[in-house]
């Protein structure tokens, strides 16, 4: 079983939309990353959240950690072709600050 | 500036051949992974260093995969003999462990098939 479950697993929306991703874990999140990535690329990093009940926002994605520190939601606002991608979540579940595990990813589509 | 490289990009190979994959850190960083890409398992951390220490190993599937980090600016992942179930996306990150984020910055990616 995986240790970081995201949901969707995929989402197809209509341009202008709103829609979120979660990712929860049954473990403390000492560190809560997102990434995207593209089809045949690497990860691009989006936020880091670390505080529970922490918020960070980026043009118009919004990313959350809940007060347990066990979830995460990534808001995008108006989604936009551009948008298009794989988001994963990535986590510090260790507490060692050492390495990342990462949950299997969103597919985002976003059609016209 | 540059970041990380791997090479190669893609890497199209038979059952029981030798692979090398290949990988250049940001400079500066001290700590680089080696994760896998499948559709059915995601990205899974295979091993990881730390000063060019091996330092946490448990991801490698099996003895037929090695990692080696001999300097701060080049680490390699081996896979002999490669088996079809070996095909995958092998990202390489490197990042600055001692404050900050802990941002991981990956690469493009090698792209292995084995027939």
């Known amino acids: 079983s995986q240790e970081l479950e995201q949901s969707p697993q995929s989402l197809i929306v209509q341009e202008g939309k709103n829609l979120t991703i979660n990712c929860t874990s049954s473990k403390t999140l000492y560190g809560l990353y997102w990434y995207k990535q593209k089809y045949g690329e690497g990860l691009i990093f989006l936020m880091m959240l670390q505080k529970g009940g922490e918020e960070k926002s980026h043009e118009k994605i919004t990313a959350k950690l809940d007060e347990k520190k066990q979830q995460s939601s990534l808001h995008i606002t108006a989604s936009q072709p551009s948008h298009a991608g794989i988001y994963l979540c990535?986590?510090?579940?260790?507490?060692?600050?050492?390495?990342?595990?990462f949950g299997t990813g969103t597919r985002l589509q976003v059609t016209l | 500036d540059a970041g990380v490289i791997q090479s190669p990009r893609h890497e199209v190979t038979e059952m029981g051949q030798e692979v090398t994959l290949r990988c250049k850190p940001i400079?500066?960083?001290?700590?680089l992974f080696w994760y896998r890409q499948t559709m059915m398992r995601g990205l899974e951390l295979l091993i990881y260093?730390?000063?060019?220490?091996?330092?946490?190993d448990s991801g490698m599937p099996e003895d037929r995969f090695s990692a080696k980090m001999p300097n701060a600016s080049f680490s390699t992942l081996k896979i002999q003999p490669s088996e079809p179930r070996d095909s995958a996306v092998y990202f390489c990150?490197?990042?600055?462990?001692?404050?900050?984020?802990?941002?991981?910055?990956f690469g493009e990616g090698s792209r292995l098939t084995v027939l």
């Open positions: 260093f730390n000063n060019n220490v091996p330092i946490d």
């Open positions: 990535g986590a510090d579940i260790s507490g060692t600050a050492s390495k990342l595990t």
């Open positions: 990150a490197s990042s600055f462990s001692g404050g900050g984020t802990g941002e991981l910055f």
């Open positions: 400079s500066g960083h001290n700590s």
